[in-house]
């Protein structure tokens, strides 16, 4: 049984910041990459950031890098999103995701058909 929470979601003016926060429970130990997305209105889930839990390697959509930092704390079973300088088009659901412990390539790592477990979403609103 494998579950993820997010939590942290909100509404921000934009220049402003959230952290959010995925709880992992169950066994996922096998994983080797951890991921957060986001889907806005008729729009397709886009892979925002994702980290190599072994080797700590982080990857970043090019819309984020600079404001957005993916990272975990193993001893609670919780990877975070801190965003930064937030802005209106940043507006969507998130969701964190995890593999099922695959051999994930880097060229894949943002891609939503390599993970397995999903969460079931915090909602990001950013006005200007």
């Known amino acids: 049984q494998v579950q993820l929470v997010e939590s942290g979601g909100g509404s921000v003016q934009a220049g402003g910041s959230l952290r959010l926060s995925c709880a992992v429970s169950?066994?996922?130990?096998?994983?080797?990459?951890m991921a957060w997305f986001r889907q806005a209105p008729e729009k397709e889930r886009e892979g925002v950031a994702a980290?190599?839990?072994?080797?700590?390697?982080?990857y970043y959509a090019d819309s984020v890098k600079g404001r957005f930092t993916i990272s975990q704390d193993n001893a609670n079973n919780t990877v975070y999103l801190q965003m930064d300088t937030l802005k209106p088009e940043d507006t969507a659901m998130y969701y964190c995701?995890?593999?099922?412990?695959?051999?994930?390539?880097?060229?894949?790592?943002?891609?939503?058909?390599?993970?397995?477990?999903w969460g079931q979403g915090t909602q990001v609103t950013v006005s200007s």
């Open positions: 169950g066994n996922i130990d096998i994983a080797n990459c």
């Open positions: 980290i190599y839990i072994g080797a700590g390697v982080t």
């Open positions: 995701a995890a593999d099922a412990g695959m051999p994930v390539v880097p060229s894949l790592v943002l891609h939503r058909v390599v993970y397995h477990y």
